[in-house]
């Protein structure tokens, strides 16, 4: 099995990992560890996001590390699919939380800007991926991370997986391709209702609504996925590329103004006062009190 490291500036030696992915074991010191992890089978590649320490929560590093390791792959030939998933016990809590209130603090949101752009080249990668992209959800998709999942082919999720539209509990909007995919998974009414409750949606219900396709065991997630991106992986390439641009002939145009709308709203919630409140409530571990400022 090949293994490489998607995280740019960081030298291979540096690094001392016993990688037998998808179990895989990491001994680097996290400070050195690629904050993406590629690894090869046959003609499926596996992307894990690398921050288990921090539920793999998305900051402006891990974003461009998946940006670039999604671009290397849509260019690969040898590649006929590509699998999704999260080290740890969590997929993808979303935005850096620390990030988002540091940077509110300071009402400098370049930061925020920066990952929210890198966030609209990662869902666009991954929506017009010439091959299938299977989310293997390993645990907790919040936020952005519940939205890297929708903008998938296809969704698994282990018992231990849930999925949560959490902005509004921290004044912020969905963001991440958010309201161009849920809608069109689960209808406009059941998807404004996810956005303004940040409802948690469980495993079970997750597969009742559409949202994922599948629900294993957790110990059964790995063999499960491998399985399915093994019989994509077999479909002819020219059918595989074919069918994924038939289906969205409009898609492009459609999913990138949606992004481009979400940015929009993003930074004008980011500085309002509700903003603040609900960052500083969230980490308080309280209920936030919005004023609709």
């Known amino acids: 099995m090949n293994v490489q490291c998607a995280c740019p500036g960081v030298d291979r030696r540096e690094l001392d990992i016993d990688l037998r992915h998808h179990g895989a074991t990491i001994t680097a010191d996290p400070a050195f560890a690629p904050l993406v992890l590629e690894s090869r089978r046959d003609a499926v590649a596996t992307l894990t996001l690398n921050r288990p320490e921090r539920l793999n929560a998305l900051n402006s590093a891990l974003g461009q590390a998946l ?3 999604l671009n290397g792959l849509a260019e690969d030939t040898a590649v006929r699919a590509v699998v999704l ?3 740890g016990r969590g997929f993808c809590a979303g935005g ?5 209130r540091k940077a509110r603090e300071r009402e400098d949101l370049t930061e925020v800007e920066s990952l929210l752009k890198v966030g609209k080249q990662i869902i666009l990668a991954i929506a017009t991926m010439p091959k299938p992209v ?4 390993n645990g907790p998709a919040a936020g952005a991370g519940a939205n890297l999942a929708l903008a998938c082919t296809t969704r698994i999720a282990s018992e231990h997986a849930s999925f949560t539209q959490s902005f509004a509990k921290i004044g912020l909007f969905p963001d991440f391709g958010a309201t161009y995919f849920l809608p069109r998974l689960v209808g406009p009414a059941l998807a404004v209702e996810l956005f303004l409750s940040a409802e948690t949606v469980t495993p079970a219900d ?5 949202l994922v396709s599948r629900v ?3 110990d059964r997630l790995e063999a499960e996925t491998a399985l399915l991106a093994e019989r994509l992986a077999a479909a002819p390439p020219i059918v595989a590329r074919g069918v994924r641009q038939t289906l969205y002939l409009d898609y492009r145009e459609q999913l990138e103004r949606a992004l481009d709308e979400e940015i929009r709203w993003q930074v004008t919630c980011f500085r309002s006062q509700d903003c603040l409140e ?3 409530a969230f980490l308080q571990k309280r209920s936030p009190r919005f004023q609709g400022a």
């Open 96 to 100: 850096d939380i620390d990030l988002l």
């Open 85 to 87: 998933t999260g080290a």
């Open 216 to 218: 294993v065991s957790q």
């Open 278 to 280: 609900g960052l500083e």
């Open 206 to 210: 997750a597969l009742r609504i559409g």
């Open 134 to 137: 299977i989310a293997a959800v």
């Open 67 to 69: 940006l670039d390791a």
